[in-house]
């Protein structure tokens, strides 16, 4: 079946740097495009970053674009999400997706892994 | 970006009943539009896909329906595990765009 598995989050002051993964198993991870979501406490779903199968192709939210970056290793099925110049306000539980197409809706999701940034 | 916007944002229902929930956005998404179900601690699940198509293992009381920018999720018989937050998203233009939820509670 298929399971994503998010690790790296954690406590971490302002200004510094966090890698989060993701770790898919049960289907052809090569195959498909990846997302990142989050969700602040309380508060609604934000999409954040999405690679393509192949890496060719990456969007950004305005709110992290030029501090995150979004990469994956086919190889290790793995995807990943680089966040550098951390705010206050990217506090939230982080969320993969699997993309069922590229113009499609996100079918898998993980647990997620908080990411709370405070002094 | 295309702002989508959600109403009610809490619906009260009694158990058996139907729930229709709404979905509108700032631009045409055409047909790509999705719902999923949230539950306290746990990740969305995709329960509509294409406006109006039920992703697998979703119950047939779950429908979805509308184009364009207008859009209504409904829940035909509403059971207590479909108590919950519910929310659209639009998968037609970047950025991806959430609707702010409606939350489904017990009357």
């Known amino acids: 079946q298929v399971q994503l598995v998010e690790s790296g989050g954690g406590v971490v002051q302002p200004g510094r740097s966090l890698r989060l993964s993701c770790a898919a198993s049960g289907f052809a991870f090569s195959s498909y495009s990846m997302h990142w979501v989050r969700q602040a406490p309380g508060k609604g779903l934000e999409w954040v970053a999405v690679i393509s199968y192949d890496e060719s192709n990456k969007y950004y939210a305005d709110s992290v674009n030029g501090r995150v970056t979004i990469s994956r290793d086919n190889s290790k099925n793995t995807l990943y999400l680089q966040m550098n110049s951390l705010r206050a306000e990217d506090t939230a539980v982080y969320y993969c997706a699997r993309g069922l197409i590229w113009f499609g809706p996100f079918d898998y999701w993980g647990q997620g892994t908080l990411v709370t940034v405070s002094s | 970006e295309i702002v989508m916007t959600q109403s009610p944002a809490t619906l009260s229902v009694s158990p058996g009943e139907r729930a229709t929930l709404s979905c509108r956005a700032s631009?045409?998404?055409?047909?790509?539009l999705a719902w999923y179900q949230q539950k306290p601690g746990q990740a969305p699940r995709l329960l509509i896909y294409d406006a109006s198509s039920r992703a697998t293992g979703i119950p047939a009381r779950f429908s979805g329906s509308g184009s364009g920018t207008e859009f209504t999720l409904t829940i035909s018989s509403l059971q207590s595990d479909d108590f919950a937050v519910y929310y659209c998203q639009q998968y037609n233009n970047w950025p991806r765009t959430f609707g702010q939820g409606t939350k489904v509670e017990i009357k």
């Open positions: 631009q045409s998404v055409s047909g790509n």
